[in-house]
């Protein structure tokens, strides 16, 4: 996902851009670059890292107090200097410049338009209409607030962008739609002496904590002394400035080594963190997901749960809880496919968005299609308050993960799952499915949590001398059953987007349905076996395994009774968490993927292609 910047002040920028573009590394990048106004507009591009771009600024002398910056991942248009934004339209005495988050689907419409009135393009880009179509209309008088929206509304897809312009110097103006852009309001939050655009929080803390969240379709511009937003139907507008609690310490490494392997051992905290008002309360109620919650639920028949990649396997281990501790029907949706397909919508749905950053767009696009078919009651559980997600949904369960930088997930899934298990029990609760004593005791059981946590993550040593193992591996099978195949497509996710090993999942019980033909002394297959009603089923599927000569790595807990044999290799976890057993059994797959990465020497926190949030299609 790109990320952007752009700032105007009495100060340098530069530094402040530079500073910005680094702390949005995390969500993935190829390519980097900022253009500054001064007599003249400035661009420096380059391919690679963010470090790259701050040597060639170092040696241009580059700075200003206007500019904009931006981290690209490529989608239209190969991985190139030419490529790189910010793209430029500089024709006639207007010279403009834009960088842009997200994808304009009528790009090669506007693209023939704008080559015919005689537009020259540069780039392989959609983007880069964006900068000539502004440049018509400032050619044609408009100041660059009113080009900006008089362009957009003439843009069809999702975007967010910055746009400055040499004939307005001490001006950036933005604008977003489906794709996330905030207001950083300097000087304690008056406006006055700088003021900022960014992509996420994380990119302004060095320079203001006061933020406004755009709404879709806003247009806005920031000056040295102020700013001005209009809505999407052209008329002024407020969006209420909030101090983000988001502190610098929480997106620096710190003592770790990676993003990932920080994250990892935040768990506990985070967990707890989310759990805060369920293990210190003496009940569960329906008003810790909103205050309309309780009759909504009363009136719920069945649950849809929309999710993508991690988030999804969230949504599928809550499927197992929902139905076997609430008793209410529930299915789980791949958010990019299921408004590509026929469904029926049925009354009396729960719709359940579950996502980390609440930008996803398919999960948005989702959300917004089952609403046009008539599912009303909405609920969004995420990572971020002022998201789109949040905003579009009637109730709401935040996460309180804190910032995830690694772009694989790892404690915003474990508190998506704890979440979503709560849900489980407040919906039995209302339904007369949990006694006062069964809450009691699911309450003790999440109080427990995170020093359960705190030990699983004590067998990190056994994990790390595991991962010589996989290191010369070229494809690995990860075996679950019942609530914990989802922990084992998990585990196989991570270890195949931070370690570049190919990883399969499958439900244990169907290894003789095909999955036992891959089966070899060169197919390392890990186990994840936990003490419930399926452990005399799945030690029949690893005896499968072994007589096939298949190496055996198995997760279990401790009275499971399966035991180190040649080509069976086992760590015992050390904690139980009865129903929320899937939490524990994770955690040592994204240890095990972690330091399978470390041996390979892949980029652990911003693996090859992929993007923290995906925020286009």
């Given at each position: 996902m790109c990320g952007i910047v752009g700032a105007v002040s009495r100060r340098n920028v530069v530094p402040m851009l530079i500073e910005g573009l680094r702390k949005l590394e995390y969500r993935g990048y190829d390519s980097a670059g900022i253009a500054v106004l001064n007599d003249r507009l400035e661009r420096v591009r380059a391919v690679g890292r963010v470090a790259d771009l701050e040597r060639k600024t170092q040696q241009a002398h580059t700075d200003s107090v206007t500019g904009i910056a931006h981290t690209r991942w490529a989608t239209h248009g190969g991985v190139t200097e030419g490529n790189a934004h910010p793209h430029a339209s500089l024709r006639d005495d207007q010279e403009i410049c834009v960088v842009h988050n997200g994808i304009i689907e009528n790009h090669d419409a506007l693209r023939r338009r704008l080559v015919g009135e005689g537009y020259t393009f540069e780039s392989e880009t959609d983007t880069e209409v964006i900068a000539h179509l502004v440049h018509s209309h400032v050619a044609g008088g408009a100041g660059l607030f009113e080009a900006v929206q008089a362009s957009v509304a003439e843009l069809e897809g999702a975007y967010a962008l910055a746009v400055i312009s040499r004939t307005e110097p001490d001006v950036v103006v933005g604008s977003r739609r489906g794709s996330p852009l905030l207001l950083g309001v300097g000087s304690d939050g008056t406006g006055d002496g700088e003021n900022f655009l960014a992509s996420d929080t994380s990119a302004l803390l060095q320079a203001t904590r006061h933020v406004a969240y755009l709404e879709e379709g806003d247009v806005v511009e920031i000056r040295p002394d102020g700013y001005r937003i209009a809505d999407a139907d052209g008329n002024?507008?407020?969006?209420?400035i909030i101090e983000s609690q988001l502190s610098a310490d929480e997106v620096e490494l710190g003592t770790y080594d990676h993003y990932m392997q920080k994250e990892i051992f935040e768990q506990p905290g985070a967990v707890a963190n989310t759990l805060e008002m369920v293990?210190?309360?003496?009940?569960?109620?329906?008003?810790?997901?909103?205050?309309?919650?309780?009759?909504?639920?009363a009136e719920t028949k069945q649950v849809l749960i929309i999710a993508c990649g991690t988030s999804f396997h969230a949504g599928m281990v809550a499927k197992y809880w929902l139905e076997a501790i609430a008793g209410i029907p529930c299915n789980v949706e791949i958010a990019s496919e299921y408004r590509y397909r026929v469904s029926v919508p049925l009354e009396d749905t729960l719709l359940i968005t579950?996502?980390?950053?609440?930008?996803?767009?398919?999960t948005?696009?989702?959300?917004?299609?089952?609403?046009?078919?008539?599912?009303?009651?909405?609920l969004t559980i995420c990572n971020v308050p002022e998201s789109a997600l949040i905003r579009q949904s009637k109730l709401r369960f935040l996460t309180?993960?804190?910032p995830e930088i690694g772009v694989a997930s790892t404690k915003a899934f474990t508190t998506q799952l704890v979440s979503l298990f709560t849900l489980a029990l407040v919906l039995a609760k209302q339904r007369g499915r949990l006694s006062g004593q069964g809450e009691m005791d699911m309450i003790t059981q999440m109080r427990h949590l995170p020093a359960a946590i705190q030990n699983v993550l004590e067998c990190e040593p056994a994990v790390r001398e595991w991962a010589q193992h996989f290191a010369p591996r070229h494809h690995a099978l990860f075996l679950g059953r019942g609530v914990h195949y989802p922990i084992a497509m998990e585990g196989a996710l991570k270890l195949k987007e931070i370690s570049y090993i190919h990883a399969e999942a499958y439900a244990a019980g169907e290894l003789k349905h095909g999955p036992l033909a891959l089966v070899d002394q060169f197919m390392p297959v890990i186990a994840v076996a936990p003490n419930d009603l399926l452990i005399e089923k799945l030690k029949?599927?690893?005896?499968?395994?072994?007589?096939r000569g298949g190496e055996l790595f198995v997760f279990a807990d401790r009275d499971t009774h399966i035991d180190e044999e040649?080509?069976?290799?086992?760590?015992?976890l050390v904690d139980h968490a009865g129903p929320l057993s899937p939490v524990l059994h994770v955690l040592p797959l994204q240890l095990l993927a972690y330091h399978v990465a470390l041996v390979k020497g892949t980029d652990v926190d911003k693996p090859r292609n992929l993007a923290k949030s995906v925020t286009v299609e």
């Open positions: 002024p507008a407020e969006r209420p293990i210190n309360a003496k009940s569960l109620s329906p008003g810790l997901f909103g205050a309309d919650a309780e009759e909504i639920f579950v996502s980390q950053s609440g930008e996803t767009a398919d948005l696009a989702a959300l917004q299609h089952a609403k046009r078919m008539g599912i009303e009651n909405t309180r993960a804190g029949s599927n690893l005896q499968e395994v072994r007589a040649d080509n069976v290799h086992v760590i015992n």
